[in-house]
């Protein structure tokens, strides 16, 4: 099974709230990652959590932050959103990253969140 | 740093004939290319991979092949079928550095 489920399907904020997108594998994966993607565009790395520990943050604005409870689970807590982070949010999971072991990086994806900031 | 450029951005096909994609990379340190497939809602499915150490995979109506020289590899789908309709994209890997970077996608088209 490699499924990655992700929470809620849609979702519509306006720029003063604060949600949370969930995302959960059971795979084993000790890695997981948070994805941004606009139309017609391929998928923008965010954050990239190995073994619950953030390991790679691509100068994310702060009005994203992600955490990441246990080695099955990956929130990312959004507040005082704009417009323009409207966009498909999508999480995946590897079984590592710094392994090295062959197949350990196969990142498998979610069905993602489509986020609207109005 | 590592750059993959993907073409055509849109490819259209009669069902039944073939459809190939092509991915270039520019940093020989690339060691893993996977292709996922993207249909409209949906996030990307990996529908197949190949490391640098294999010149070809197949699956079924699907085959990746790489050519480490020229710095390429290429998708295709044999027998197209309507359902084969997506966004794909390929992507690389740099040999320490776990991220994917991702060529810009190719719309494939399934014509009936």
């Known amino acids: 099974d490699t499924e990655v489920t992700q929470t809620p399907k849609h979702l519509v904020m306006g720029m003063t709230n604060k949600k949370s997108l969930k995302c959960e594998q059971h795979?084993?994966?000790?890695?997981m990652y948070w994805y941004k993607q606009k139309a017609k565009k391929p998928p923008e790395l965010m954050f990239v959590y190995s073994y619950e520990k953030l390991s790679i943050n691509e100068s994310v604005p702060s009005r994203f932050s992600p955490e990441c409870p246990n080695s099955s689970l990956l929130n990312l807590h959004l507040h005082a959103l704009q417009p323009e982070d409207s966009a498909l949010y999508l999480c995946?999971?590897?079984?590592?990253?710094?392994?090295?072991?062959?197949?350990?990086?196969?990142?498998?994806f979610g069905p993602g969140t489509r986020l609207t900031v109005l | 740093g590592e750059n993959v450029e993907q073409h055509p951005s849109t490819l259209s096909v009669q069902e039944g004939d073939s459809a190939v994609i092509k991915c270039t990379y520019s940093d020989s340190a690339s060691n893993y290319f996977p292709w996922y497939k993207q249909e409209l809602g949906k996030g990307p499915q990996l529908i197949i991979d190949i490391r640098s150490n294999v010149g070809e995979k197949k699956d079924q109506r699907i085959a990746v092949t790489l050519n480490k020289t020229a710095k390429h590899f290429s998708l295709h789908i044999t027998e197209t079928q309507p359902e084969d309709s997506a966004v794909y994209f390929c992507?690389?890997?740099?040999?320490?550095?776990?991220?994917?970077?991702w060529g810009a996608g190719t719309k494939l088209i399934i014509k009936p």
């Open positions: 995946a999971s590897s079984q590592d990253r710094a392994s090295g072991r062959m197949g350990t990086d196969t990142q498998y």
């Open positions: 992507a690389a890997t740099l040999r320490w550095n776990y991220q994917l970077i």
């Open positions: 795979m084993g994966h000790r890695a």
